[in-house]
């Protein structure tokens, strides 16, 4: 599930941008976004394949990069891609898991915090880095690993580039974002009472239930959906001229891209899995 | 048309012979590449290295010249003004334009302000039979004034050289210049060409007009634009002047007196860079070229796309010119000199090929420094190796150090970080190479349209479609 707040956000910010804007000139052109591509596709190859050990997993962001360029401009068009460049990156936000651990830890312990502060008269007690509750005597508990700190912090990562991406870098995307942020926040915060206040009320099946992260998820990618799209609705033009929405053939593309995806991803597997080892 | 010029149409990319002797030449080195392939992977690296060095060379030549002396032509506004209107001559400006409506309008506005008799001006605006918008847009913008529409009948090749040469055929000027629609010269322009090309006696039968940009500022790629294009008029151009060498013109404000334009042949309609091949056909009769010292503001290309398109039918074009040049060897050598012969070989076909292989070359580089692959340094036997670093080094650097000057000649420091990014603009320069090579193969006669008026307010740019031959 780490993917799905990014994806969410992109395809909210994608839905946003599918039309042109009023200022984009309607000059496209397919050998261009063939040489393009061809270069990108290349470069990924090169590094997926070609690149040697000892730390293969290098090379395999950069890979996925050059991957995701080549495919997005062969598959939608140059112009195209690049106005979607940023929603299109927005699920490496969650593939290259660059939050750092202590940056979640700490996440946690705030969320903990506040959730104990805020619950205080129902009682959860945050005692040995886990938020506990109790139903007839017995105690539920929710440990650190089951806080939704790391989804809370991919969140406010999606909707910083989004604002970015639709308000550019001015101080109202700063505005947006935080306001953003503190409604993710309050939704966060809400989840896990939300959690504890079921196995409080319902007992500990309906509370093993509520915790599955799966449900947070959900919630906090409903969030940044709606903030991002409506982010992403275009104010009214006074006077719109027709704009024509680019769509080039790329069946033949799509077919050879999956094929050379699955290639690459069967050879730079081991690498892969050694990352996600080392990641644990 | 092509039996005008016969053996030098670009009709035809590669006659029979050129055709038989790359054929054999591929066979023969495909033939060494199976028994040898390293001999022939140094060998072509070896050939690479020494055609890059000789190009830098060469261009520091042709700046050294042009800083050696003054060789622009210059004609004051006090001469310019000084000749009295009943000794100036009947001048004809040529306007082709095709799916152009959002900027003809500007045509009466700019071409009006040229301040040359109203009764010896003939203006001829070119449009397509099947480009309706334009005309109507013409007629509405041209009613009642002194410029003229020709509706040039559909037929093939649909380029601005057929359409230029049929605007010929109508024109009774003396002298004939072009313009394109959204250009804005000089208001003393025409009458500065006549002053010059009379003193310059009939041995000159052209004069360039400097051309520079109305919109440096709206982006990164306009800045690089007009940076490329100061060191071109300011630097590399007087340098070809100054050295004697052919002159491969610029798409507009080239001013020709029309009887020796006619007895040449006017412009190849199959050439994509029907201007460059002229310059170079008007040095094999023994023609020679000025530049003049006036400027004509033209739409600096500001969008990517764009751009490719544009830079990519240039290079085509000089491939095509180069190619064509080269069918007779010996006649090329004896009319043009072994001066023109450089200028040929390492200006005209040599600026494609350069951009073409940087992207080559750049990203073998790269890989150097990845991985270091046992191969590359195979490849690289040691003179070229050195070679090559020296083109790197100091290759690169002199390409950045001419744009650093043309920031000094423009008066725009503002410019300065742009000059110092060139190698962004380089390596779109790589993409319309590999652009031109391909269409050179599969579609040599495609007249990739650039769409002008993108820095007209967004409503009013309609967007052309190609010409295909």
């Known amino acids: 599930m780490p993917l799905l707040i990014p994806l969410v956000a992109a395809a909210a910010l994608i839905a946003g941008r599918v039309r042109p804007g009023q200022d984009e000139p309607d000059v496209h052109d397919r050998q261009v976004d063939g040489l393009l591509a061809a270069g ?115 969140g406010t990562a999606c909707l910083l580039v989004s604002a970015l991406v639709v308000f550019g870098p001015r101080t109202v995307a700063l505005r947006r974002a935080a306001l953003a942020v503190a409604v993710l926040g309050a939704v966060t915060v809400g989840a896990v009472m939300a959690v504890l206040l079921t196995g409080r009320l319902l007992g500990p099946t309906a509370f093993r239930v509520a915790e599955y992260p799966v449900l947070t998820d959900v919630l906090l990618a409903l969030v940044v959906m709606i903030l991002v799209a409506r982010w992403s609705r275009r104010a009214p033009q006074p006077a719109p001229r027709t704009v024509r929405p680019y769509l080039p053939r790329a069946r033949f593309a799509l077919v050879t891209l999956v094929v050379a995806a699955v290639l690459m991803g069967l050879e730079s597997l081991p690498a892969a899995l050694a990352l996600t080892e080392a990641a644990r | 048309m092509s039996a005008t010029f016969g053996v030098h149409s670009a009709h035809t990319v590669l006659t029979r012979a050129q055709r038989a002797g790359l054929l054999l030449a591929l066979v023969l080195i495909g033939a060494v590449a199976v028994l040898r392939p390293m001999l022939v992977l140094q060998t072509v690296v070896a050939i690479v290295t020494l055609a890059y060095t000789a190009a830098l060379v060469f261009r520091v030549m042709l700046v050294y010249a042009a800083g050696r002396g003054e060789h622009q032509v210059e004609v004051s506004d006090e001469e310019a003004r000084a000749v009295p209107d009943a000794e100036l001559p009947v001048y004809t400006v040529l306007v082709p334009a095709y799916r152009e409506p959002a900027v003809i309008g500007l045509l009466v506005q700019h071409l009006g302000a040229l301040e040359y008799p109203r009764e010896k001006l003939e203006v001829i605006l070119l449009l397509e039979e099947d480009d309706r918008e334009t005309i109507e847009a013409a007629e ?124 040449l042949g006017a412009w190849d309609p199959y050439n994509v860079t029907e201007d460059a091949d ?102 690289f036997i040691a003179p070229y190796y050195y070679l090559g670093l020296f083109c790197l080094v100091f290759g690169n650097a002199t390409v950045i150090y001419l744009n650093v000057l043309s920031v000094r000649t423009m008066d725009r420091p503002d410019l300065l970080g742009t000059a110092l990014l060139s190698p962004g603009y380089w390596a779109m320069m790589s993409l319309a190479g590999a652009k031109a090579a391909w269409q050179l193969v599969f579609k040599p006669s495609y007249w990739e349209k650039t769409t002008h008026g993108l820095h007209l307010p967004a409503s009013s740019v309609t967007v052309p479609e190609a010409a295909d031959v």
């Open chain 1, 40 to 154: 990108c596709l290349v470069s990924a190859a090169t590094l997926l394949l070609l690149m040697p050990s000892p730390d293969r997993t290098t090379w395999l962001l950069p890979g996925a990069l050059a991957y995701l360029a080549g495919a997005a401009i062969l598959l939608v068009g140059t112009r195209t891609a690049a106005r979607m460049r940023w929603a299109l990156l927005l699920p490496l936000v969650a593939i290259t898991g660059v939050i750092p651990a202590a940056v979640v830890d700490a996440t946690n312990g705030a969320l903990r915090a506040v959730v104990a502060v805020l619950g205080r008269p129902g009682g959860p007690v945050d005692a040995g880095g886990a938020l506990t509750t109790t139903y007839r005597q017995s105690a539920l508990t929710l440990t650190s690993a089951d806080l939704p700190g790391i989804a809370f912090l991919g």
């Open chain 2, 140 to 263: 509405a913008s041209l009613n009642g004034s002194w410029a003229q529409i020709m509706v040039v009948p559909e037929s093939q090749p649909k380029t601005k050289p057929k359409a230029c040469n049929a605007g010929l055929e109508r024109a009774t000027g003396e002298f004939v210049t072009i313009y394109d629609a959204e250009d804005i010269p000089d208001p003393l322009q025409l009458r500065r060409a006549v002053v010059a090309l009379r003193r310059l006696g009939s041995s000159y039968v052209c004069l360039q007009a400097e051309l520079g940009y109305f919109n440096v500022d709206q982006n990164r790629i306009t800045k690089w634009f007009a940076l490329e294009y100061a060191t071109w008029f300011r630097s590399l151009l007087p340098g070809l002047v100054a050295l004697r060498m052919p002159i491969p013109l610029g798409g507009t404000s080239n001013h020709f007196r029309a009887a020796e334009l006619r007895e």
């Open chain 2, 278 to 379: 002229l310059g170079i056909r008007l040095a094999r009769s023994g023609y020679r070229v000025g530049v003049l010292r006036s400027v004509t503001l033209e739409e600096a290309n500001s969008d990517f796309i764009n751009w490719i398109k544009q830079r990519s039918r240039w290079y085509k074009g000089y491939l095509m010119t180069w190619l064509v040049h080269l069918r007779s060897p010996r006649a090329t050598i004896s009319q043009l000199g072994w001066r023109g012969l450089l200028c040929l070989n390492l200006f005209v076909g040599g600026t494609p090929l350069a951009a073409l292989l940087n992207a080559v070359l750049w990203a073998t580089t790269i890989l150097w420094f990845l991985d270091r692959p046992a191969a590359l340094q195979e490849i």
